[in-house]
């Protein structure tokens, strides 16, 4: 949009900017500058236009901009243009996501990048690679405080390292997804060494007080993350004297965005790990981005502006690079994060749907979708350019974040049934083959979170530890089943490493002192190679799931109504044990597929009156597209076996026939 004042100050800008700067070639970037200039002025404005160095800052930043873009490495300014020609190309439904950490998994970014077959193997082709950056060796929450944004822990590599693995990936039609800490760093980054020295320019960068007056406002309506490691928000520092906002870990420092110079160091670090090669930016922790007193903190609308301003700098200097926000709010909130626009995400084009992974662990617990159902019916609809990340398990716990009325909506007390869930995946509750353990119980709320391994919370731990072929038979589906749901609820699914093979929890984390008190180690495993050469040792339990789940990805790549164009239309079937979801196929309607999961541990019914006149399946035979088989039908009913689902659509053999279902 062109508008006068914006544009006046770039010109002004244009004759400020270095003549080293001005010397290169820069026509996309001014093209680019142009056409977001009116926003990132705006939105520039509205956080610091009231500073008297407002000018300063705004000449600083272009200039960042300029000098992130002639760095950009030829090959990917033209991904950046092959991506604007094609923008629909990430809700394809050839992406799979796996999420690994590189020292668990292959040991350092060069075993990672020998491991790259075997991602390919399984179908995986979008990795993101947990935090690599350098932090300190004991506190450092999993890479999560960082100490330097632009060096890699050494234990991993270099960034060097990084560069390489970008391009074989970017050879092998794979993306890198890397992680930028946006909220805080460690307590042991230069700027926080430079504020405990004194240096008031830095102490700026964060949120310092000398004494409690301010935090205890804060408190006031602040809630606690891990209330059993670091309890409240602050932390007193005896070298600078004074209060720090913590609202993670006592050691990991809130950034101050109030500060323009904040803003500016941040974009600068996701441009620079784009120009290394990052295709997909994971912004860390975005709901906390903007703190006031007198709310939780947390979705305050300066945090969304905050995330405009980066997408919209973004776009100037790397448009193909995409970001994801790890926002675990509320359903109404999370949506938020795409951006309120018509069409495209103005924020992230990627969230995680962690509302969909809380509620298919419900559905697991309670051995019905009636939750699940509800809440996929008040997640509200969202923009046409974004897509969801959709997850079983990560590295972080299971928050049970549902919306209250809609436990009550399915007879449920809010209170009891979360407790009913915690006791029922820690395996307190009687009958629970369940093995998680508690994560972030606060007795002053009630509240408490669930860890532990996929495998270990469906059942096979125990079903191997009793020897039960029946039990490990119905766990194998179950987290078959689960998965399945991730790849074709609309979105890019998001595998946790070792899940593939059924890894179980791990407890070796109990025995160090700087893991110990954090149970989300459970599931944060070291990968057994020998065990993954078991893949290939037929009916051993790792070949059945990791054959299962490489069957299921390729059948996924295969559909073409599993793309993500807001294409999903929830079904509701009258039988509380089914999540029943269409698929619709943009323009061959008998290629729309029916997803119908079964979380009971009876076999339930599909009636397909309730299909109602869609015109589905008017013609020829059923098929399961997963198995390929042709589904028990009776009576125009669809029999669901226990913890199964189905893909059905129509079999595709010769002409149409009129088949008995119409
Ligand atoms: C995010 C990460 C989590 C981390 C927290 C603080 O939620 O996913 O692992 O503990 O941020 O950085
Ligand atoms: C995240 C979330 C919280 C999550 C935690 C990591 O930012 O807000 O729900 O559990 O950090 O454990």
Redesign the pocket.
Known sequence: MYEQVSHALLNDILDELSTEICREDLRHFFTRLGANFYAIHSLFHHLYGHREDFKAQMVHLTERLAQAYIDRPAQLCQLDMAREEDHDWFLDQQWVGMALYCDSFAGNLHGLQQHLPYLQELGVNMVHVMPILRCPRGASDGGYAVSDFRAIDPRAGSVEDVRDLAETMRLRGMLLTLDVVVNHTSNEHEWAQRARDGDRAYQDYYYCFPNRAIPDMFEETMPE??PETAPGNFTWDEAMGKWVMTV?NRYQWDLNYANPAVFIEMLDIILFWANQGADIVRLD?V??LWKKIGTNCQNEREAHLILQLMKDCCQVVAPGVLFIA?A??APSEVIKYFGEDAVIAKECEIAYNATFMALLWDAVATKNAKLLNQGIKSLPNKLDRATWLNYVRCH??I?L?FDDADIRACDYDPYAHRRFLIDWFTGAFEGSPSHGRP??VNPKTGDA?ISGALASLAGLETALETEDERAISDAITLILTLHAMILSFGGIPLIWYGDELGTLNDRSFLNDSDKASDT?WIHRPRINWARAERRHTHGTVEQRIFEGLKHLIAVRKDTPAFADFNNRELIDVANPHLFTFLRLHSTLQADSVLVVANFDVNPQYLDLEVLGNRGLFRYGQIIDLASGDLPAIFNNRVVIPPNHFYWLSNQHTGPLQEGPFR
């Open positions: 993350i891990f993670f922790a709901a906390f790890e675990i709010v972080d716990d928050g974040g994560f972030g979170r989300r």
